[in-house]
């Protein structure tokens, strides 16, 4: 197949590319940049199956001459927690836009990277696909990125409703692994790893009772496969989750990555910080995926363990320190 990436220099997007190479497909990425690497790409650059152009996706033109089966949407503006929602709603909203928009004109299909924070405040774990999407209030500007989100599903079901557009939606639980930013950006998992090699105290957003599940980059992408290959997943939405839905508090997440990086026997050294440092904010204080959609009928089977597949991360990470 021909496939266009979004976001390839990025964390989910390099490791996607890889391995559809890997699968002998032809693989056309875009980024700006701005939150991916080249060093990410660096491995597939000179693959004569893959082709990379530096753009912003904001800009319809950089789409102009792009021809593709599908386009696999991964650009985007995260949680504004120390960035603006006004960035994360415009950015997110025009990518998406000039997106669907080159699909229908094209005839090519749209997998969307949606995210489990569209749950947002439920507290009826696991969300399955059809649970509430429980939001805050709007004057709590975290809430932009699960919003720009959830309208960007809702734009993208109108579009098929009106013009046939052909879509998978896959709502991702914290991915992680190898080229994964190395800031907040890249979820908490790469700033603890960071602070437990430098010996220095873990940053706990709260009372680090707030629980997630972590997925292993590998089981990510092999779900963006069978999302990509297989045509059961044709107009349908999936949760994209760990083995056995592993749930873990945030300060446990820390006391393991700890212990991975300076032996059992070592005492981790955590700091709490109060929500109330980052204005108003607000969190989410359990995120459980339901991913029987995903393998029942996509035949999809997740991998990797939490602490295997941190172990992995860890020693990727360890070159950066
Ligand atoms: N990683 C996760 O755990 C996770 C969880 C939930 C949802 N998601 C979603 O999955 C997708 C990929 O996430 P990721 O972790 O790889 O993110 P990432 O930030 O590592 O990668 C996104 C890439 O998009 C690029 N980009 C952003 N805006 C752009 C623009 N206007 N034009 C061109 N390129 C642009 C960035 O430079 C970056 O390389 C995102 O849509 C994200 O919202 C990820």
């Known amino acids: 197949m021909k496939i266009l990436i979004t976001g390839v220099a990025g964390f989910v997007g390099s490791n996607l590319a890889k391995s559809l190479l890997q699968r002998g497909h032809n693989v056309t990425g875009i980024d700006n940049l701005n939150y991916g690497f080249l060093r990410n790409i660096d491995a597939i650059k000179e693959d004569k199956n893959f082709q990379f152009f530096m753009g912003d996706i904001a800009n319809p033109l950089i789409l102009k001459d792009v021809k593709a089966d599908i386009i696999i949407h991964l650009a985007s503006q995260k949680i504004p927690r120390y960035t603006n929602a006004l960035r994360t709603l415009e950015e997110n909203y025009l990518m998406l836009r000039n997106v669907v928009h080159k699909c229908i004109m094209d005839k090519s299909k749209i997998l969307f990277a949606s995210t489990s924070d569209v749950y947002g405040k439920n507290p009826n774990v696991p969300f399955s696909e059809n649970s509430d999407l429980v939001m805050g209030p709007t004057t709590v500007k975290r809430w932009a990125y699960a919003l720009s989100k959830m309208y960007g599903e809702q734009y993208i079901i109108a579009n098929h409703e009106e013009?046939?557009?052909?879509?998978?939606?896959?709502?991702?639980?914290?991915?992680?692994?190898?080229?994964?930013?190395?800031?907040?950006?890249?979820?908490?998992?790469?700033?603890?790893?960071?602070?437990?090699?430098?010996?220095?105290?873990?940053?706990?957003?709260?009372?680090?009772?707030?629980?997630?599940?972590?997925?292993?980059?590998?089981?990510?992408?092999?779900?963006?496969?069978?999302?990509?290959?297989?045509e059961n997943s044709n107009n349908e939405i999936f949760n994209t989750g760990p083995k056995d839905n592993a749930e873990i508090t945030i300060k446990d997440l820390a006391?393991?990555?700890?212990?991975?990086?300076?032996?059992?026997?070592?005492?981790?050294?955590?700091?709490?910080?109060?929500?109330?440092?980052?204005?108003?904010?607000?969190?989410?204080?359990?995120?459980?995926?339901?991913?029987?959609?995903?393998?029942?009928?996509?035949?999809?089977?997740?991998?990797?363990?939490?602490?295997?597949?941190?172990?992995?991360?860890?020693?990727?990470?360890?070159?950066?320190?």
């Open 255 to 321: 006391i393991l990555i700890w212990k991975l990086v300076n032996g059992k026997d070592s005492e981790p050294k955590l700091n709490f910080i109060p929500y109330s440092t980052f204005g108003n904010y607000e969190d989410v204080m359990r995120r459980v995926p339901d991913i029987t959609k995903l393998c029942s009928k996509l035949g999809f089977k997740p991998q990797w363990d939490l602490e295997q597949g941190l172990i992995e991360t860890i020693n990727w990470q360890k070159q950066f320190i």
């Open 163 to 230: 013009y046939g557009l052909n879509y998978t939606i896959t709502r991702f639980f914290g991915s992680y692994g190898p080229n994964q930013n190395l800031t907040w950006w890249g979820g908490p998992q790469s700033v603890f790893i960071e602070k437990a090699f430098k010996k220095e105290a873990i940053d706990i957003h709260g009372d680090g009772l707030q629980t997630r599940t972590f997925t292993y980059v590998e089981d990510t992408v092999n779900a963006l496969i069978a999302c990509i290959e297989n």
